[in-house]
T-cell receptor, first 112, second 115 residues
């Protein structure tokens, strides 16, 4: 079945470490997105990519980085510059941006 | 910019009663509007969308939404709520940014269905 796979489901990071969250899709979607979800704040856009080898900053890109070397993959790195990284991270994809979005099951990142 | 607003943080309803989760939109041109549901520690699942046509849109799990152009609303409804409908609900609209459409979500409404 087609879908989006996020891994790991739970991730623990020590302060000062970089961590990378994986997002893989087999839907042949061109566009991919990363969101951060905090309680009571809805979904905030971190980065998005409309095509391979191109990506754009979203509303809260500081302290994060991404790459889009393959159509199927859009990994997110949470760097040590992100001061408050504890959150639930969601990856999504779409075929064109207005046709609806498919989400992964999320990664919960906790700083210990 | 296109946007949606969900005026209620939480909606409480008794099982078997009708439910409504509200969403208003601010869109130039013809709106594309979506509803998604999120269960705890899971991703968002698509419920339904409005692009054009009938103002009453039917979706998954018995949900429907009514598009009202004069009130700029797209409220989610279900005739008879189930305890299992308890979840977080998001209204969404694609916002135009440069040459791209970026999904933009409301803050979410927590629906609690009481037995």
């Amino acid at each position: 079945d087609g879908g989006i796979t996020q891994s790991p489901k739970y991730l623990f990071r020590k302060e000062g470490q970089n961590v990378t969250l994986s997002c893989e899709q087999n839907l042949n979607h061109d566009a991919m997105y990363w969101y951060r979800q905090d309680p009571g704040q809805g979904l905030r856009l971190i980065y998005y990519s409309q095509i391979v080898n191109d990506f754009q900053k979203g509303d809260i890109a500081e302290g994060y980085s991404v790459s889009r070397e393959k159509k199927e993959s859009f990994p997110l790195t949470v760097t040590s510059a992100q001061k408050n990284p504890t959150a639930f991270y969601l990856c999504a994809s779409s075929i064109g941006g207005r046709g609806g979005y498919t989400f992964g099951s999320g990664t919960r990142l906790t700083v210990v | 910019a296109q946007s949606v607003a969900q005026p209620e943080d939480q909606v409480n309803v008794a099982e078997g009663n009708p439910l409504t989760v509200k969403c208003t939109y601010s869109v130039s041109g013809n709106p594309y509007l979506f509803w998604y549901v999120q269960y705890p520690n899971r991703g968002l699942q698509f419920l339904l969308k409005y692009i054009t046509g009938d103002n009453l849109v039917k979706g998954s799990y018995g949900f429907e939404a009514e598009f009202n152009k004069s009130q700029t609303s797209f409220h989610l409804k279900k005739p008879s709520a189930l305890v299992s409908d308890s979840a977080l609900y998001f209204c969404a609209v694609p916002d135009r940014s440069g040459g791209s459409y970026i999904p933009t979500f409301g803050r979410g409404t927590s629906l609690i269905v009481h037995p």
